[in-house]
């Protein structure tokens, strides 16, 4: 039975795939800082290595595992947090695979990549540099954007607030993935020998949407008179420069002014494929997978099926 290790198994990745590969029997290895409700400590082919709050030396736990997946992210995407999270935790774990001889690594990484800009994406690409020389069998997946990271406004607009978007809401593209679909690409890595030793960029089976096609979908599912309020991206750039003029006194406007480069790149960049011939971003070139869209999604969290889970990128969009 293949003995899989999930780094980042607490996180909105993470636990789906925990919860795909223990439904397809595989033995899974997860760590984590927090005891979490979502998964069942009585099952037999689960096991929780606790993660040491001082230092890595729960990494020398970790023994006979046949596959390493990880879904680490740096929670706040700060420069010092990707340095450690992206691309130091994640080159240990590497280390360690090799160590145990273990044979495959498979990392979920970020389409944006491709253009990078942000302290973020450089770690990623960094550690992605390591895992291609490695000698084991990676296989690095690019996802687009994460439902949840569309689904920030829908407190708002629930609220009769308007729908928020930069320029004329159509900047960007993507074609959005759901977890669970993303979930279940992740592990048919580790059988499919066609996405071994690649680099697979991967969006959902939704024709790509731009902001203000989100925003027309969750007037009409949620039922709310449709309200828009739009910003030029101009009003990023100026709050950055005055956070930036405050940074070398405030660590706080510091750390901001990355936030505020984040939102700026997510307002003017698509999570699809950038073709470097045309110069352009390609939904056609883009790999779908899966089966949910972002409207039965949207659907879903009306009728409370699931749970509304937003993160701090998912305002950006
Ligand atoms: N949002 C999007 O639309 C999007 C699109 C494409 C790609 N991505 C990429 O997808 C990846 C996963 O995203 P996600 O939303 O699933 O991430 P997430 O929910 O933020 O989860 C991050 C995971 O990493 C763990 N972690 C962070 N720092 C750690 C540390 N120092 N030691 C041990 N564990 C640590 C977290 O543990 P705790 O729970 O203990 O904090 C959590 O399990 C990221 O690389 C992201 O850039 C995101």
Request: charged letters at 25%; a positive charge.
């Amino acid at each position: 039975m293949t003995k899989i290790f999930v780094a980042g198994a607490t996180g909105y990745i993470g636990k789906n795939v925990v919860k795909s590969a223990l439904e397809q029997n595989f033995k899974v290895v997860i760590a984590t800082r927090k005891v979490s409700a979502d998964f069942d400590l009585k099952d037999q082919n689960l096991k929780v290595v606790e993660i040491s709050k001082s230092d890595n030396s729960w990494i020398e736990n970790l023994q006979g595992i046949d596959v390493f997946i990880s879904c680490l992210a740096s929670r706040s995407g700060e420069p010092k947090d990707a340095r450690s999270v992206d691309f130091k935790l994640n080159k240990l774990l590497l280390e360690k695979a090799k160590r145990i001889k273990c044979s495959q690594f498979i990392l979920l990484s970020a389409i944006c990549v491709q253009k990078p800009r942000l302290a973020f994406q450089f770690e990623k690409l960094a550690f992605e540099k390591e895992l291609k020389k490695s000698g084991l069998n990676f296989s690095i997946i690019r996802p687009t954007a994460y439902f949840k990271s569309l689904s920030g406004q829908i407190e708002n607009i629930k609220k009769g607030k308007p729908y928020v978007y930069f320029g004329n809401g159509e900047l960007t593209q993507c074609n959005p993935i759901s977890e669970k679909d993303l979930s279940l690409f992740i592990l048919s890595c580790v059988t499919d020998k066609n996405k071994w030793r690649k680099i697979l960029p991967i969006g959902g089976p939704n024709q790509s949407l731009t902001p203000k096609n989100v925003g027309e979908m969750l007037f009409e599912v949620f039922e709310v008179t449709p309200k828009y309020k739009s910003f030029p991206t101009k009003l990023l750039d100026a709050i950055r420069l005055l956070l930036l003029i405050a940074a070398p006194f405030s660590s706080w406007a510091k750390s901001k002014s990355e936030l505020i480069k984040i939102a700026k790149y997510y307002a003017t960049e698509s999570m699809l494929i950038w073709d470097e011939n045309k110069l352009c971003y390609d939904p056609f070139k883009t790999p779908s997978t899966g089966e949910d869209t972002l409207e039965q999604y949207f659907h879903a969290i009306k009728k409370q099926r699931i749970e509304l889970e937003i993160d701090r990128d998912s305002k950006l969009y």
